[in-house]
């Protein structure tokens, strides 16, 4: 199996920065791509930002220029650094690889518990 941990929420001022971070762990051969999404109450859950391990990224349009992913591929984890904070970033962020695992030859989703951040204004 394949376990991803996240780290780094939290509440944070409007306009203040927050890191998260997410590290895969378990039989993983190689890992395609990793993101981060987020799911604020009573909303569907949404992508934020995903970085292949190319590294090639992309974000939404809500976080571009304000947001930066990022991957250190010898420790299969990805940050999300995320500066000028608006309220409406609060949700609960998830972070997802899709893992190419030992023994398998088909890649498959897995994904974090989810980590809070709350913005205040």
């Known amino acids: 199996q394949v376990q991803l941990v996240e780290s780094g929420g939290g509440l944070v001022q409007a306009g203040g920065s927050l890191r998260l971070s997410c590290t895969a762990s378990?039989?993983?051969?190689?890992?395609?791509?990793m993101a981060w999404y987020r799911q604020a109450p009573g909303k569907q859950r949404e992508l934020v930002a995903q970085?292949?391990?190319?590294?090639?990224?992309t974000y939404a349009d809500s976080v571009k220029g304000r947001f930066t992913i990022s991957s250190d591929n010898a420790k299969n984890t990805v940050y999300l650094d995320m500066n000028s904070l608006k309220p409406e970033d609060t949700a609960v962020y998830f972070c997802?690889?899709?893992?190419?695992?030992?023994?398998?030859?088909?890649?498959?989703?897995?994904w974090g518990q989810g980590t809070q951040v709350t913005v205040s204004s």
């Open positions: 997802n690889a899709v893992v190419l695992r030992y023994g398998t030859d088909w890649f498959s989703d897995f």
């Open positions: 378990g039989s993983i051969a190689r890992i395609n791509h």
């Open positions: 970085i292949l391990m190319t590294g090639t990224a």
